[in-house]
Nanobody
């Protein structure tokens, strides 16, 4: 059974940083792309960043380029999202996603990030 468990969210002032973690279990993720999405109150879920587990190639939304960094630790089966220079508009629930071709994909339950001005 695949499980994605996020952690690391919290309350931070604008300009601050948080490191989010996504612990993945239940299968080998070498063929998966791992992603972070977020959902602000009253808005749709949006893409933030992704990393291909096999080769480490990364993708970012324009709104977070230069501020957020996605990475993975193969030994710990964990994906990280380092968030720097946080802005109030970064507030939301951050979800971890695992996706592979031909697979329905998996979601974690999310971790809340609140950025105060």
């Amino acid at each position: 059974q695949v499980q994605l468990v996020e952690s690391g969210g919290g309350l931070v002032q604008a300009g601050g940083s948080l490191r989010l973690s996504c612990a993945a279990s239940g299968r080998t993720f070498s063929r998966y792309t791992m992603g972070w999405f977020r959902q602000a109150p009253g808005k749709e879920r949006e893409f933030v960043a992704a990393i291909r587990w096999s080769d480490g190639i990364t993708y970012y939304a324009d709104s977070v380029k230069g501020r957020f960094t996605i990475s993975r630790d193969n030994a710990k089966n964990t994906v990280y999202l380092q968030t720097n220079s946080l802005k109030p508009e970064d507030t939301g629930v951050y979800y971890c996603n695992a996706h592979s071709v031909g697979d329905p994909g998996y979601w974690g339950k999310g971790t809340l990030v609140t950025v105060s001005s």
